[in-house]
Every structure is written in C-alpha cells, then in structure tokens.
Nanobody
Framework: QVQLVESGGGLAQAGSSLRLSCAAT????????MGWFRQAPGKEREFVVA????????YYADSVKGRFAISRDNAKNTVFLQMNNLKPEDTAVYYC????????????????WGQGTQVTVSS
C-alpha cells in the first residue's frame, strides 16, 4: 500500500479555481492508479475522477467533466486535481485514493485513502 497526504484545499469563491495535491509515499508509485473522491455533509462519498498509473487513461464523474482535470507527476509521486469554475455544490472533503487496479478506483473500491482536505466554495 501507499500512504497518501492531500493538500491545497481551502475557501474559494464560485467561479474561481483551486488545485489539490496528493503526495504518495511508498514504492512503485507508477504502478498505482489514483483517484479523487469527495464527501459533502450528510452525503455519501462520491467518485470524482481517476487516472491510470501511466496517466494515459482518465475517468471523470459527469458533474465535474469540463471543469476538473486530474494529472500526475510520477517522478514526484504526486497527483493533482485542478478544479476550475468551482460551484457551491463542489463543497466537500476531498479524498485522494490509490489502488493497483484502475477498475478498483473507478468502481469506488481503492485500498488506500488519504485523510482528506476540505474545499468550501462560497456563492
């Protein structure tokens, strides 16, 4: 498994941008598919986006397509989530996740989770 630490959350106004980072420790970062999930108060955790180990494949939730972009830097063991045109409904705790299986991430079953970072979007 890998250990994951998110950063970059905070308060943003609607229409603005934030970039989240997730730093991974452990071996063979490139072999891990990565993903971002989020959980709003009173709601279940939901899938946001996933990326394959090479970065060549990505999957987005419909709610963020065209606004969010995931990327990774395998040399730095880091995955990023660029969030543009933020909306109040994007307010949630954002979690980074990892699994050797991209399918496991896309199907919401990754075996490694970060501790989460709060994103709050004001209208």
């Amino acid at each position: 498994q890998v250990q994951l630490v998110e950063s970059g959350g905070g308060l943003a106004q609607a229409g603005s941008s934030l970039r989240l980072s997730c730093a991974a420790t452990g071996r063979s970062f490139r072999s891990y598919a990565m993903g971002w999930f989020r959980q709003a108060p009173g709601k279940e955790r939901e899938f946001v986006v996933a990326i394959s180990g090479s970065g060549g494949s990505t999957y987005y939730a419909d709610s963020v397509k065209g606004r969010f972009a995931i990327s990774r830097d395998n040399a730095k063991n880091t995955v990023f989530l660029q969030m543009n045109n933020l909306k109040p409904e994007d307010t949630a705790v954002y979690y980074c996740a990892a699994d050797k299986s991209l399918s496991a991430v896309v199907n919401r079953r990754p075996n490694s989770w970060g501790q989460g970072t709060q994103v709050t979007v004001s209208s």
